[in-house]
């Protein structure tokens, strides 16, 4: 909403930012001076459903001058170098980690770092020296810089689908570090996966919450040049989103007594979002000028057409309980025919709304459906469960667990993930994870995490963050990285840090 100038007072006076976040908090509020309904031409019907904390931008406040989140090409540094910022193609491993580190520097995003720095096995490997040693150690040195400077867990790497000595190093360099940043997805495809890499992948992820597993297969039906980003966003490379806007479900279905009704009425929600976003998507392109002025569109790091927005979704839980009215948990969504039928029918309604719209400025001319992490930025986010999710201490065992939730799945190209806690016991014998993943792959799920819930190093939702570091934030002391605040505000809402452990 709309901020005064006391809030940059609050944010200039705080005593738990450094000065970096109370500089990037600065800009947000002072983004917040202006109007959407004058800056973006929101009508009054539009800004009352963001009023009402039916729609939620998620941040990205009143005045976009930035694509949400961009996924540069990478391959454009290797084989020119950067004219804008004088970097030749590397010729070694030192100049290849140099000048990545450089150029994520000058990548923007909604906050302020990049969310995507790369298929870094496939980045690294040509330039491996063939000294395993040496170059392991340059490897973990450019990783723990990455989060030293980029303060911010939704930066996002990936390795796979094809394994080589690289994929081996960077996950070697993981479980030597005790980091949340950057996240990483494995692009996993069984058919071509090395054993013994997809093994060690599986050991980095219980041990150090990263990096989870993407359905390769199932992404690349949708999309040849994909990559998952920020939390487990699923973009297309030389491209990105513009904005991401989400519904409340549970809010909105909070306010009808009649299930008929509220879908009448969802039908309208979800056209005043896509509006909300032609909108948004509008001023980025026309008024902003980002495209013409940044260097990773004239240099082919990106490409404008490239681009698309996700319509994000909360509170599934508790719309489909609000119409089930459950008296027990064996009642409520996730447990039953009925709670899973009208968790359908919404999503379907969803669905057909979005892929009917004509999107502006974008790809293929579609926005994409996002199974939003959740957040808490306000009261109404303790009333919505994130994405399709169900809440936190009523999942049921394993196996029904993941029957259950890939269904859900697969409304979702721009990105969706479920989480699962293991015990300790599991990391003496990481190979056993496999099969579970590989069930889980063949019933269509997309993605999902694993991790060991007595590490420090933990995974919120789509990101990571120390929970040691979450208790100094509680504590009122200021800390390195800001999703160590969105993290404490999560597992308030959602009490992510107490999933039911797998046994």
Excluded at 262 to 270: A, E, I, R, T, W
Aim: glycine share 6%; hydrophobic share 35%.
């Amino acid at each position: 909403m709309n901020a005064t100038k006391q809030d940059l007072y609050d944010v200039i006076t705080a005593d738990n930012l450094t000065y970096h976040w109370k500089l990037y908090t600065m800009g947000m509020t002072a983004d917040r001076l202006f109007d959407a309904r004058e800056e973006l031409g929101l009508s009054e019907e539009e800004y009352s459903y963001i009023e009402k904390q039916f729609i939620c931008d998620l941040n990205e406040g009143n005045l976009p001058i930035a694509p949400r989140y961009i996924v540069p090409d990478y391959n454009v540094l290797v084989e020119k170098g950067v004219d804008f910022l004088e970097i030749k193609p590397p010729q070694n491993l030192d100049e290849l980690l140099d000048s990545l580190l450089i150029l994520y520097h000058h990548i923007p995003s909604v906050t302020s770092f990049p969310v995507f720095i790369g298929f870094l096995d496939q980045l690294i490997n040509p330039f491996l020296s063939g000294n395993d040693d040496e170059d392991l150690t340059k490897i973990t040195r450019f990783l723990n810089h990455v989060d030293k400077t980029i303060t911010d867990s939704f930066c996002h790497a990936n390795v796979g689908p094809v394994c080589n000595k690289a994929t081996e190093l960077v996950l070697k360099a993981v479980l030597a570090l005790d980091n949340p940043t950057p996240n990483m997805s494995f692009l996993l495809d069984e058919d071509i996966v090395d054993p013994e890499i997809y093994t060690l992948a599986i050991k980095a992820g219980l041990l150090k919450s990263k990096p989870s597993f993407a359905n390769h297969k199932y992404y690349q039906s949708e999309n040849d040049r994909y990559a998952i980003v920020s939390c487990y966003n699923c973009l297309p490379v030389q491209g990105g989103a513009h904005t991401l806007t989400r519904i409340r479900l549970g809010t909105y279905a909070s306010t009808f007594d009649d299930y008929q009704e509220f879908l009448k009425g969802l039908d309208k929600l979800v056209e005043i979002n896509l509006s909300i976003i032609d909108k948004r998507v509008t001023f980025i392109n026309e008024k902003s000028n980002f495209f013409t002025s940044s260097f990773l569109e004239k240099e082919g790091f990106i490409s404008k057409d490239r681009f698309t927005s996700m319509v994000g979704i909360v509170g599934l839980y508790e719309a489909v309980n609000h119409f089930l009215k459950p008296d027990k948990t064996i009642e409520q969504f996730g447990f039953n025919e009925d709670g899973d039928k009208i968790a359908h029918e919404i999503l379907q309604l969803i669905e057909r709304k979005v892929n009917a719209h004509k999107a502006v400025y974008t790809m293929n001319d579609k926005y994409l459906m996002h199974a939003q992490v959740g957040a808490s930025l306000d009261d109404e986010d303790y009333n919505n469960t994130p994405a399709h999710r169900l809440k936190v201490g009523q999942e049921p065992m394993l196996y029904d667990h993941i029957k259950q939730i890939a269904p859900f799945q697969a409304y979702f190209p721009s990105g969706c993930g479920d989480l699962f806690a293991f015990d300790q016991t599991w990391s003496s014998k990481p190979e056993a994870i496999k099969p579970i993943i590989g069930a889980a792959f063949k019933n269509n799920m997309r993605y999902l995490s694993v991790y060991q819930e007595n590490t420090d190093l933990i995974r919120v939702t789509g990101y990571l963050v120390k929970k040691s570091q979450v208790k100094d934030y509680e504590e009122g002391k200021a800390v390195l990285r800001d999703t160590e605040a969105f993290g404490e505000g999560t597992n308030r809402c959602a009490s992510v840090f107490s999933r039911k452990v797998k046994i």
